[in-house]
């Protein structure tokens, strides 16, 4: 049980991340504060692809003379990094888009307020 | 609301705390995301590109095709903000009449 | 409107460091082959050192040299450098965005893959650039 704590640990903790991302879209009632819960749950998907890319003793993924390429143990698993520059990208539009959003809704409704808007949408 | 989203947050954690046992261990490098694609470009990206730096080389050459959709998404992006912002005056009696 | 910043120090500060945040942008999308960098992160990097000119100067001192169509024009022109590397590697008989098809005269294989590299960086670099800037003028445009 301890091993597999031992084992997992940064998986764990990104889920714990994931978790409050997810807890701050549904729960809040501000508009605001979904759009930082979007952020966080982002950020904590990043940190779980990039903890799994780790390998014990090896370094950056960049030719370094003195290692040579024949023992490729050495050098840390590049592709998720990769994936993560995509997905960092894909952050950064829909923050783009949901604040576009979110401008017109407060010119609209002098509001940010989730139920206060659905209560001026109905009068 | 709120017990509803407390409930359904719950669930989630369990069902990701229970498949998560699975997962490879920290730090091996015998797990099986590093065995079968990325020994090859680990090994063959300086003499096929002459590019030290082996993430720009599978993202600009390996995998040129997804940065290419990705550029067409932030693109589309800021054309959406351009289309949302960008409108000519109106005056604001206009802007305040609910619409049917 | 934004209205320019009123305290001296901030504003002197902000425009001793705009033009090394250009070089430093430019410097990073340059050598993206030898070390960390590459397109996306050279392109985010140029785009701040605009966006810190516009927060501290105002817009009405920084809208002569940097006009407000200006995100646009150069992020579509940074998206068109990118398929265009790919349409002349159609054109000169091979796969489209397989650099080594490249018509440059005096290049081996790999060598023409590296500048491939290259072009395609400067195209993400200038469209990031573009697409972070017109993002910014949207959403501080009054009206």
């Known amino acids: ?123 | 609301m709120k017990w509803l989203a407390l409930f359904i947050v719950c669930l989630f954690v369990a069902f990701l705390f229970y498949v998560e046992v699975d997962m490879p261990a920290y730090g091996d490098p015998q797990a099986p995301a590093n065995l079968h694609v990325s020994p090859y470009y680990i090994q063959r990206s300086l003499q096929d590109t002459e590019t030290p730096n082996i993430v720009t080389a599978i993202l600009a050459d390996y995998r040129a095709y997804d940065t290419l959709g990705e550029t067409i998404v932030i693109f589309t992006a800021g054309l959406a903000c351009i289309l949302l912002l960008w409108r000519s005056k109106r005056d604001d009696s206009k802007v305040q009449r609910p619409h049917c | 409107m934004i209205a320019k910043y009123r305290d001296l120090i901030v504003s002197l500060a902000c425009r001793l460091m705009v033009p090394f945040m250009f070089l430093f942008g430019f410097y990073v999308t340059m050598f993206g082959h030898y070390g960390p960098g590459g397109g996306f992160q050279g392109g985010t990097i140029m785009a701040s050192g605009v966006i810190l000119l516009r927060l501290s100067l105002g817009r009405q001192a920084t809208i002569k040299k940097f006009p407000l169509e200006l995100g646009h024009i150069v992020g579509v022109i940074g998206l068109l450098i990118y398929s265009a590397t790919g349409l002349i590697s159609i054109l000169a008989g091979g796969e489209y965005l397989n650099y080594a098809y490249l018509p440059i005269p005096g290049m081996s294989g790999a060598e023409r893959q590296h500048l491939g590299i290259l072009f395609v960086e400067i195209g993400v670099a200038l469209g990031v650039f573009g697409v972070l800037l017109s993002i910014f003028d949207s959403l501080t445009k009054e009206g």
């Not at chain 1, 998986?11 to 819960?37: D, P």
């Not at chain 1, 024949?70 to 829909?94: D, G, S």
């Not at chain 1, 809704?105 to 109905?122: S, V």
């Open chain 1, 1 to 123: 049980m301890f091993q597999v704590l031992l084992d997992h640990y940064p998986y764990y903790l990104s889920t714990a991340l994931i978790v409050i991302g997810v807890w701050g879209m549904l729960a809040k009632h501000n508009l605001m504060k979904k759009v930082i819960g979007m952020n966080i749950f982002q950020t904590a998907i990043i940190l779980l692809f990039i903890s799994s890319s780790v390998k014990f003793g090896a370094t950056v993924p960049t030719f370094d003379p003195k290692l040579g390429l024949e023992n490729t143990a050495l050098y840390v698993n590049p592709l998720p990094h990769v994936l993560m520059l995509t997905a960092i990208v894909v952050m950064v539009a829909t923050n783009g888009v949901a604040f576009a959003i979110l401008l017109l809704i407060y010119r609209r409704y002098r509001t940010l307020d989730e139920e206060e808007i659905l209560r001026r949408m109905r009068e």
